[in-house]
């Protein structure tokens, strides 16, 4: 079904894990793009510094320093950037952690949950306090940062790999709970970018190819602006996809026809034309 409701370009963002790496870039170039973004981090230098940054390009910006898998503490955050930005058109959610890269039986049982409370519960906070709010003023966009874990089988690091798939499903959900509402959602995986995270994985070792950051900022960007909004619901890498790439593929189909009702979405596949599974799982 196509989504009719038009959602009117962004004007404010709040940005999760926005003090360094993906985070700060992509601030910056909202901000850049003319936004007013609220930097959410962990570590208040380096949030202060990243809002200094921002009001030095001329836009407003909020600093807010929150664990986002606390409840109360989200909830505080996002009151207190809805209060100075007035309201939040585009939620990043960045923050991110990755568990040790070993099989299920050797890893951590702590380590474990507390990536998927990072990866899970923090995005389901963020756009539980957020959501609201951009139903209200007819709609908004949430974008959360995801990967080739999310959409692919991996060798360890299981939790990693379970809440990035986990958060492909929340996406959809969104998509599917929201958008006659007016709310777009988007996973964005960022390929493989230069930061701390990918420099611990043990994956990455000896790696001399990253893929630029700024292909990540140029795509949320667009996010922003509301040029992408025929793939609310979707998986996009920016390793493979542009928003140039996005905008033909859309405008090449009628109707409904891309991205369509599958493609780009996590799907359980048939094992061949004799399967008797139906290529869409039934509801029940």
């Keep these: 079904m196509a989504d009719v409701t038009t959602v009117v370009p962004a004007r404010t963002a709040l940005v999760t894990g926005g003090a360094r790496g993906i985070g700060r870039a992509v601030v910056l170039g909202l901000a850049g793009a003319g936004l007013d973004v609220a930097v959410l981090g962990r570590d208040a230098s380096r949030v202060d510094d990243v809002v200094a940054q921002?009001?030095?390009l001329g836009r407003r910006s909020v600093g807010l320093v929150a664990d986002v898998g606390d409840p109360a503490a989200v909830?505080?955050?996002?009151?207190?950037?809805?209060?100075?930005?007035?309201?939040?058109?585009?939620?990043?959610?960045?923050?991110?952690?990755?568990?040790?890269?070993?099989?299920?039986?050797?890893?951590?049982?702590?380590?474990?949950?507390?990536?998927?409370?990072?990866?899970?519960?923090?995005?389901?906070?963020?756009?539980?306090?957020?959501?609201?709010?951009?139903?209200?003023?007819?709609?908004?966009?949430?974008?959360?940062?995801?990967?080739g874990a999310g959409s692919h089988d991996m060798d360890g690091a299981t939790a990693y790999n379970a809440s990035k798939t986990a958060l492909l499903r929340i996406g959809s959900n969104l998509h599917l709970s929201g958008r006659t509402r007016g709310l777009r959602t988007f996973e964005v995986s960022p390929g493989v970018v230069q930061t701390d995270l990918t420099a611990s994985m043990d994956m990455h070792v000896g790696r001399?190819?990253?893929t630029p950051v700024e292909?990540?900022?140029?795509?949320?960007?667009?996010?922003?602006?509301?040029?992408?909004?025929?793939?609310?619901?979707?998986?996009?890498?920016?390793?493979?996809?542009?928003?140039?790439s996005l905008r033909a593929a859309a405008t090449a189909g009628s109707g409904d026809a891309v991205p369509g009702p599958e493609a780009r979405r996590l799907r359980v596949t048939r094992f061949g034309d004799d399967d008797p599974m139906p290529g869409a799982l039934p509801a029940r």
Excluded: C, K, Y
Aim: proline residues 5%.
């Design 54 to 56: 921002v009001r030095a």
């Design 215 to 244: 292909r990540t900022v140029e795509m949320i960007v667009a996010i922003a602006a509301g040029e992408l909004d025929a793939w609310s619901g979707t998986f996009v890498r920016v390793t493979h996809d542009s928003p140039a």
């Design 75 to 147: 909830d505080a955050a996002v009151a207190r950037a809805e209060a100075q930005l007035g309201g939040i058109d585009l939620l990043v959610n960045n923050a991110g952690r990755i568990d040790a890269e070993v099989p299920l039986w050797e890893a951590d049982p702590d380590e474990w949950w507390s990536v998927m409370e990072t990866n899970v519960r923090g995005p389901f906070l963020l756009a539980r306090a957020v959501v609201p709010g951009m139903l209200a003023r007819g709609g908004g966009r949430v974008v959360d940062l995801n990967s």
């Design 208 to 210: 001399t190819e990253w």
